[in-house]
């Protein structure tokens, strides 16, 4: 099977076809990731009337070397083609100085982000916040008086959702074909029904997760659930769709130039956590206004506070009790958005299968990256594109 | 059960809960039909990059009348409130002198359009046609060679299906809950799945259909899948898939203004009979192109001679001959499109429920219509809605 036979024959060849079987495996991924509307039912993230201006200011950047996985030396360019990237926008001082795309995918059409779409989420809480609408240290049953008896009534609070701190027992194990993480596609709609088991829906299985014993907001714990809680949470703080809110207050805002999506199950919950599709140019913008202090298109759409607070007041205890040091031994999590080291430097979103933001403040760099490698979870891709980075904001700044 | 109750709360209350099971019918079709990506896979008819200007002239309409069903005098705006209407535009001489939106519709938001996707769909033939790329003359099999042994491999051509000759064994009811319909909609995965019933594919399902001994080009004969056979004739013919070759050749270069998207079924195929879904505007730009004998935009986008022929050469006997002169005694159609009289009168796109494109080129008018009629066929309201067309025209022309 090439990907060269997948979905290119009306119908496609039986070995070509992508369904929910098969779409989030490579080679299947590579058509899956950007045409995940086909295969599931969508709500649209609405684009901005007046995109904010991308300027292009190219320069060659495909020489630029850094080391591979097996410690040899590769360029930019050869990175990008054995690394299973699909597109690459990067920025220097908000201009585009590379752009690159393949496997199908265009500047136009929006890919599958995975869990970027959390620090999406995390973003969107701020601008609540700032507006009053929500409150971050309120309890979860504030918001959603059902939670009761759940891992979320006991205790935890919007805070303890955005920083990925419930002392909840599920294992967030992307490969275990019967585990929670299995339990909880199967309610998003992201899998091909079993008739074997009971149909579901996400809000109705979020109310089952139970604590694991952790006191909330001791231990970085990462579960994806954790951020569909928040967005119900929105909901009932806005009286309006996941979607809208995101459209109504960030994406349009903010001058995107594509209408996003986002996957919904069969009572219409998004799957906030991992179900946005972008293009790779409006993931740049995205990551641009965080870079410049929550301004786009020539307005504050996210707060300053709010940016700052990420990025300084994470909880590096709870970080070093968690479950990810072996990515980042002295990194943090706030407000769904990771920095690499303690401190003020780097910080990023980060989803499965090689979907990245990363921006470096201190080097002028934005680097809005989407893949679809075949391991949801793979640490050496990962670190090699961790020193991609840094090489890539040392040419720009002048500094390799 | 109010419409004020549907998909409202999160999660929706059971009885306004908008599920595969009752989408369309009233009042959950309010908000289906302009909902229709959260309910199914879909795939994106890309808009135009520089849309057509649609200025406004806005004139007080509403008090225009009519006979209602009743034989009642009501003026426009209770037609549109009593009528189950969920949007309209009027254009005259291509600028909106009227738009009204309810039941949740926004100029933003695109509407189910049923049939009228047909009339998009036998327009773009006329574009393929004109570029070399379509043979209307040819038989199916040239395209679709694995048609032989069905109903369309039997000397049944291309203008055969472009003008809804085919002498097929087919029951157009919309109200069997066990006909043909039925048996279709399942197989373009409009239904929601019934365990009891094998699992097919559009594509499969059209390769079961067979004669009903007509000759081919004898009888207008209203069946929905002649559409969809065309469509896959486009596909063959492009080797694209039916929404991209919508939006490059047509919605793209007419100027469209707002992305619209088709239904897809489980392996791809486009619901090309009945699922588009467009907002107002775009439809009414549309429009705007046919009475304006194809040019869009500054461009000729649809060939004059496709227009003249549809406006001229529908077989008069053939209609007589067929199952829709109970709507139009004296009508025709050709390549999609309905004439209501013979000769070059106003011509039509129509869907069920209540969609509609009206053109009137002697009067200069176009009207875009979209609703959640509750009867798929609902003969007063249509001749309803022909006499408002009417009285709308004239008194734009002076002559009320």
Same mark, same amino acid.
């Given at each position: 099977?090439?990907?060269?036979?997948?979905?290119?024959?009306?119908?496609?060849?039986?070995?070509?076809?992508?369904?929910?079987?098969?779409?989030?495996?490579?080679?299947?991924?590579?058509?899956?990731?950007?045409?995940?509307?086909?295969?599931?039912?969508?709500?649209?993230?609405?684009?901005?009337?007046?995109?904010?201006?991308?300027?292009?200011?190219?320069?060659?950047?495909?020489?630029?070397?850094?080391?591979?996985?097996?410690?040899?030396?590769?360029?930019?360019?050869?990175?990008?083609?054995?690394?299973?990237?699909?597109?690459?926008?990067?920025?220097?001082?908000?201009?585009?100085?590379?752009?690159?795309?393949?496997?199908?995918?265009?500047?136009?059409?929006?890919?599958?982000?995975?869990?970027?779409?959390?620090?999406?989420?995390?973003?969107?809480?701020?601008?609540?916040?700032?507006?009053?609408?929500?409150?971050?240290?309120?309890?979860?049953?504030?918001?959603?008086?059902?939670?009761?008896?759940?891992?979320?009534?006991?205790?935890?609070?919007?805070?303890?959702?955005?920083?990925?701190?419930?002392?909840?027992?599920?294992?967030?194990?992307?490969?275990?074909?019967?585990?929670?993480?299995?339990?909880?596609?199967?309610?998003?709609?992201?899998?091909?029904?079993?008739?074997?088991?009971?149909?579901?829906?996400?809000?109705?299985?979020?109310?089952?997760?139970?604590?694991?014993?952790?006191?909330?907001?001791?231990?970085?714990?990462?579960?994806?659930?954790?951020?569909?809680?928040?967005?119900?949470?929105?909901?009932?703080?806005?009286?309006?769709?996941?979607?809208?809110?995101?459209? $109504?207050?960030?994406?349009?805002?903010?001058?995107?130039?594509?209408?996003?999506?986002?996957?919904?199950?069969? $009572?219409?919950?998004?799957?906030?956590?991992?179900?946005?599709?972008?293009?790779?140019?409006?993931?740049?913008?995205?990551?641009?206004?965080?870079?410049?202090?929550?301004?786009?298109?020539?307005?504050?759409?996210?707060?300053?506070?709010?940016?700052?607070?990420?990025?300084?007041?994470?909880?590096?205890?709870?970080?070093?009790?968690?479950?990810?040091?072996?990515?980042?031994?002295?990194?943090?999590?706030?407000?769904?958005?990771?920095?690499?080291?303690?401190?003020?430097?780097?910080?990023?979103?980060?989803?499965?299968?090689?979907?990245?933001?990363?921006?470096?403040?201190?080097?002028?760099?934005?680097?809005?990256?989407?893949?679809? $490698?075949?391991?949801?979870?793979?640490?050496?891709?990962?670190?090699?594109?961790?020193?991609?980075?840094?090489?890539?904001?040392?040419?720009?700044?002048?500094?390799?």
């Amino acid at each position: 099977m090439t990907s060269r036979h997948i979905m290119t024959a009306f119908p496609p060849a039986a070995d070509g076809l992508v369904t929910l079987a098969n779409w989030r495996k490579h080679p299947f991924s590579e058509w899956g990731f950007r045409n995940v509307r086909e295969l599931l039912p969508t709500a649209s993230i609405a684009r901005s009337r007046e995109p904010a201006p991308l300027t292009s200011a190219l320069t060659w950047l495909e020489d630029i070397s850094f080391a591979n996985p097996r410690g040899e030396t590769v360029d930019l360019g050869e990175a990008l083609r054995t690394s299973h990237t699909d597109g690459i926008v990067v920025l220097h001082r908000g201009k585009i100085v590379s752009e690159w795309y393949t496997h199908g995918l265009t500047p136009d059409a929006p890919h599958l982000i995975f869990s970027v779409s959390k620090s999406v989420a995390g973003t969107l809480g701020g601008i609540l916040a700032d507006r009053g609408i929500l409150d971050p240290d309120s309890p979860v049953t504030r918001y959603i008086p059902e939670m009761k008896g759940s891992v979320y009534g006991d205790g935890c609070t919007v805070r303890h959702l955005l920083d990925m701190s419930v002392g909840i027992q599920f294992d967030e194990d992307y490969m275990d074909p019967h585990g929670d993480v299995m339990n909880y596609r199967r309610a998003t709609g992201w899998e091909q029904p079993d008739p074997s088991v009971p149909p579901t829906h996400l809000r109705q299985y979020l109310r089952t997760l139970r604590p694991d014993g952790t006191p909330h907001g001791h231990t970085f714990h990462y579960v994806s659930t954790n951020t569909d809680v928040l967005g119900w949470v929105y909901e009932r703080a806005c009286g309006m769709s996941y979607a809208k809110i995101l459209s $109504q207050h960030l994406w349009a805002p903010m001058g995107a130039e594509h209408d996003a999506y986002i996957t919904v199950d069969s $009572q219409g919950a998004a799957r906030v956590a991992g179900g946005i599709c972008a293009t790779v140019r409006d993931l740049a913008r995205f990551g641009e206004m965080m870079r410049n202090h929550g301004v786009s298109n020539g307005k504050q759409v996210v707060p300053v506070w709010w940016i700052d607070d990420i990025r300084r007041n994470g909880n590096a205890d709870a970080w070093l009790r968690g479950d990810l040091t072996k990515v980042f031994a002295n990194g943090n999590y706030r407000s769904k958005w990771y920095t690499i080291e303690h401190g003020e430097p780097p910080f990023a979103a980060i989803g499965i299968h090689g979907q990245w933001i990363y921006i470096d403040p201190a080097g002028d760099t934005v680097v809005a990256r989407v893949s679809s $490698q075949p391991l949801p979870m793979d640490l050496d891709l990962d670190m090699m594109w961790l020193r991609g980075y840094r090489a890539i904001a040392a040419r720009l700044n002048g500094k390799d």
